[in-house]
Each structure stands twice: as C-alpha cells, then as structure tokens.
C-alpha cells in the first residue's frame, strides 16, 4: 500500500466530520498528502487539508510559496492543483541554502525536492532557485492569486517580504503567513501579524502547527466562495469551531498515515514521498515527557530534561534542573506523539522547595499558553489537552532569575492517541452539538425577536410615513409662507424705493416751485426794466427824431446857404481865414 492509497474512512470520524461540516458549511475534508512529514519534519502537516479546501474554492492560476525546504506545504499544494485539474501554474522559490531557523544544510535538500517535482508535478511547477528579492521581477503586479510566505521568520525579514511581495497579489487574492504562533527565540512573525490584522479587514488566524495566518487582500470583482465568508464573516464561535473543525482532521490524517506506516506503507523508490514516523522514545507502551528551560536565547534539547510515562497511569513527574533559570519562561513537552493528556498540576520551586508557581486544578491549568501540535479540548471539569502530532508544547509564565536549581513536578495521565483521540473528538462533538443546541435555541430567540422587531419596524414604519406626510405638508406650507415672505419683502422693497423716489421728487418739486418763484420774480423785473427801457426808448425815438428834423431843417439851410450868391462870393475869403485861423471851419463853427 503506498501512500496515495490511504484513504481516512474511519466510520465514527467520517460521520461526526459531515455532521460538523453540514453545520458549518464547509466542505468534508478528504485530502490525504502524497508527501507528509517529509525527512521527519511537519510543522506544516496540520494545514494541508486546509489549503486544499482552499485551492479548491478560490481556483487560483498562480500560486507562489516564498521557503520551500522540503516541500510539504508546497507539493500539498501541488497535489491539490493536479487532482482538481486546474489550469494553474504553481512557483516555488528558496535559495536552497537554509537559514538560521531551519538549520543550514547542503545540496542534497535541493536535490530532493528537484528530483521529487520532476517526478510528479514537472508539467506545471517551477522551482526558482534564488532570494525572494530576486524573484519579485519574475512576476507582475496583480497576477498572483495565492502568495505562501515562510522565509526566515524575524519581524524584520518577513515584514520586508510580506510588503514587497504584497503588489504581486491581485486584488481579491489570498496570502498564507507561516509561524505566526511563535515566539520563542528571535521569531517576530507574530508582531507582523498583530499589524496585519489591524491593517487589513478580512484575515483569520490558525493557532496549530505554529500557527497560520490568512490574509485576503481587499479588491477583486464577483462573489467569494463559502468557505471564505466563513472565515472572514462569521461570528467568533463559528471561527473557533472552524479551527477545531480543521484541527481534528489533521489528528486523524495523523493517526491513519502512522498506522498505515506501521503495517506496510513504504518510501517512494528515489523521492522523500513516505510518511515519517515522529521521534519517540520508549517502547509503545510508553509516551517520553520533556522540560526545557529557556536561556542563551533558545530552547535547546542539550538542557533539557526528559521522562517515560506509561499511558494510561496517573503519575507525577519530578524534574530537578541543575540550571538556573535565566529570567525566561520553562517549556513542558507533555508528549512525543498523538496523544490526549490529562493534566492535574504543574509547579515550580527552588531547589530547597520555596515554591515559585503553581497551577492546580481545571481553571488555572486551561489558561495556560499552548503552542507546537497541542490544542485545548473543551470542558470545563478537566484540563484535556489533544497533541495532534509529535511536538506539543506548554509555555509555563514568565519566571524571576533565580540564583539556585530548579525544581519542576508534573501531574497527569496520558491517553494512547489510537484510543483515546476517537473519545477527545466525541467530547468536542458533544461540545459542538451543545454549542449547537444553544445556537438553535438562541437563533429561535433572535427569530422571535426579529419578528417582534420587524412588527415593530412595521409600525415605526406607518409612523415614519405619516410623520413624513405631516413633514410634506408642513414643508409645502412652510415654503408658501417662505414664498409669502419674499414677496412682502420684495413688496416692501419696492414700497421703500417708491417712497425714496417720492421724497426725491418732492424735494425735486420743492426746488422747482423755488425756481419758478425766483423765474416769476425776475420775469417781473425783467418787464419792470423792460417798460422802463421802453418808456427811455420811446423818448429817445422822440429826441432823435426831433434832431434829425433839427438836423434836416439846417441841412437845407446850409445847403441853401452853399448854394447862395453870397456864399460863393465870400468863398475866397473864407478860405483866407482858414489859412490864417489854421482849420477850416465847419458849419457848426460858424
């Protein structure tokens, strides 16, 4: 049986995933990985089925994953584009060198997963072997439709991927960030998606496997498929239920690829195609328990401390740390496998027993920080923590540097994973159907309320009408008497100028009668002086005439005299005297 032969019918799972996948209209996840867990590594296992949900819904033509290494995540995604038979054309683009996250290692990687795509997906994969800088000339703006960035992880280096690549990603397109529930060591993934969600309306968050962020950039034309409204649009419990919904496929895909290893799946001759078993110690019987303590930056398996547990046995657990803390924060490792752990109590002291932290009971151990492969199972009567791979993680709080060794106890029951993970989805199922019951209940609740309401709105309605014609009507007198008043305004206006143009005139008239009264005045004297010129006139006619018959009347004489016997005798004699007198005389002179 090879590994594309596996097929998840266990009967219990597949009926409680419909039922699950009906309520939450989703689609039931069947996706079984050709390449899982691929040279013992599988921090992406838990999103395979996942992404194939995804890449069956939004149909993508270009798909690009930035930090490839073995390839789980994406020849997943290669998978999912060959059985869907989509015209999509699917980029993978890593240096192939490693980093100082995932370790640095030689060409036998790249030629792993070289040899691996030819053999399965050469007709439309390429591999880009570069830096993520150099491949952004590779692509034009807008043209990718799914983005997978999973480059070096520091705040620094992914936030310069994640804003460079962001104008690749066409609108409406979907980006995937890796690693986003880590924060250990230098790890800052989880800073730049603390900004991205408060940036960026539409994203979702995936707490397993090191975390998953979804991000879907805004844009794009036409209605978007169910399962992205149900990530960005549903209500917080939704969400959650979505997240465990996702959660226990990737625990059963676990327990049915490790048991079809164990009886006959073999490795794929010349590929890295089989299903690895996860690291364990012990016989089968037997589950290894770790603590870590945090110093010189990391979490290092050189400092740890390490037990056997039989499954099935409540046991309590010392842990003597000759080390002394560093001020950081103690990571437990509550098991190595697929596993359900039962967990009463988990404290610190000092070496002389002062003690440092405790939690005991349901409540307190519940809000304890999980990370890695581990997923709190619901109840509040126990604290069930599901491992749903090989590396579960308990991130105990913050400690206080302490000068001497420390000493950590540990009380809990493991359950096999074969047996035991079946009961854990049970109680979710059982969770989810009472989440359920009380969402029908109160959907029922909102649906009377909602009649109530729109009766309500009915009337509000009726009012709102009639208080909209009584505001028309008011409205309409309203503008009458606006009209009313500019025209007693106008009115009053022209009243004003008629008045000011009445006093013009009066004044006008008033100033003429003056004139006229100063004209009738002058005209009298006028006439006055007329007369008395007429009457000077008339005596001057009167003196004038009698001196030109004065005038006449010695005219003839003279002329009678001139003409004279005597004159013209006497006229050399006159003549004499006017030489003597020097003028002549005239008449008057005589």
Not at 361 to 369: T, Y
Not at 470 to 476: H, L
Not at 514 to 531: G, Q
Request: glycine share 6%; proline share 4%.
């Amino acid at each position: 049986m090879t590994i594309a032969s596996v097929k998840v019918d266990d009967a219990m799972y597949s009926t409680a995933m419909k039922e699950r996948a009906g309520i939450l209209n989703l689609p039931l996840p069947e996706f079984v990985p050709r390449r899982y867990r691929p040279a013992n590594r599988g921090s992406w296992s838990g999103h395979l089925a996942f992404a194939n949900d995804l890449i069956v819904a939004i149909q993508p033509r270009i798909i690009v994953e930035l930090g490839t290494h073995w390839g789980e995540s994406y020849f997943g995604f290669c998978q999912s584009v060959a059985e869907q038979k989509l015209n999509c054309l699917c980029y993978a683009v890593d240096h192939w060198l490693g980093d100082e996250h995932s370790g640095f290692y030689g060409e036998e990687v790249y030629a792993d997963v070289s040899q691996y795509n030819d053999a399965y997906y050469k007709a439309f994969s390429y591999l880009l072997r570069t830096t993520f800088d150099n491949a952004l000339s590779h692509f034009g703006d807008g043209t990718v439709e799914l983005l997978h960035i999973d480059g070096v992880h520091t705040y620094e280096i992914g936030s310069h991927d994640f804003r460079s690549w962001l104008p690749k990603v066409r609108p409406g397109g979907v980006v995937l960030l890796h690693d986003i529930a880590v924060r250990e060591r230098d790890f800052g993934i989880w800073r730049l998606w603390d900004e991205i969600k408060g940036e960026f309306p539409e994203t979702f968050e995936f707490n397993h496997s090191w975390g998953l962020g979804v991000l879907r950039k805004a844009g794009g034309a036409g209605q978007r498929p169910d399962l992205l409204e149900a990530l960005f649009t549903s209500s917080a419990s939704v969400q959650e239920r979505i997240r465990r919904f996702y959660v226990v496929y990737a625990s059963h895909l676990e327990n049915t690829l490790k048991r079809a290893s164990e009886t006959s799946l073999q490795a794929v001759p010349g590929t890295s195609a089989e299903v690895s078993q996860p690291a364990r110690g012990g016989e089968a019987s037997e589950i290894q328990i770790k603590v870590y303590p945090f110093g010189a930056g990391e979490y290092s398996e050189g400092t740890s401390s390490m037990q056997t547990v039989k499954i099935g046995e409540r046991t309590t657990l010392t842990f003597d740390l000759p080390q002394s803390l560093s001020g950081g924060r103690l990571r437990v490792d509550p098991a190595d496998r697929p596993a359900v752990i039962e967990l009463d109590a988990i404290s610190i002291s000092s070496e002389s027993e002062i003690p440092l932290w405790n939690a005991t009971g349901p409540i307190a151990l519940r809000r304890l920080e999980l990370s890695g492969t581990a997923m709190l199972l619901p109840g509040e009567d126990k604290c069930l923590i599901l491992s749903y791979g090989g590396d579960p993680q308990i991130i105990l709080p913050m400690m206080e540097k302490a000068n001497t060794a420390t000493r950590v106890v540990i009380s809990l029951r493991l359950h096999s994973d074969l047996d035991a993970v079946p009961q854990a989805f049970s109680s979710l199922q059982a969770a989810c159907s009472a989440a359920d019951a009380q969402t029908a209940t109160t959907q029922s609740q909102a649906t009377g309320l909602r009649v109530e309401l729109e009766a309500a709105q009915a009337r509000v309605s009726g009012l709102q009408a009639a208080n909209s014609a009584a505001e028309a009507q008011a409205a309409a007198a309203q503008s009458q008497a606006v009209a009313a008043q500019s025209q007693a305004a106008t009115a009053q206006s022209q009243a004003a100028g008629l008045r000011v143009e009445l006093y013009a005139a009066q004044a006008e008239r008033m100033l003429m009668a003056a004139e006229l009264t100063r004209v009738a005045s002058e005209k009298n004297e006028m006439r006055r002086e007329l007369k008395r010129n007429g009457e000077s006139y008339a005596r001057v006619v009167e003196e004038l005439a009698s001196a030109r018959d004065s005038f006449a009347s010695e005219q003839r004489i003279r002329w009678s005299m001139e003409h004279s016997r005597s004159w013209q005798i006497t006229a050399p004699l006159r003549s004499l005297m006017v030489k003597v007198r020097g003028k002549p005389r005239t008449v008057e002179s005589k």
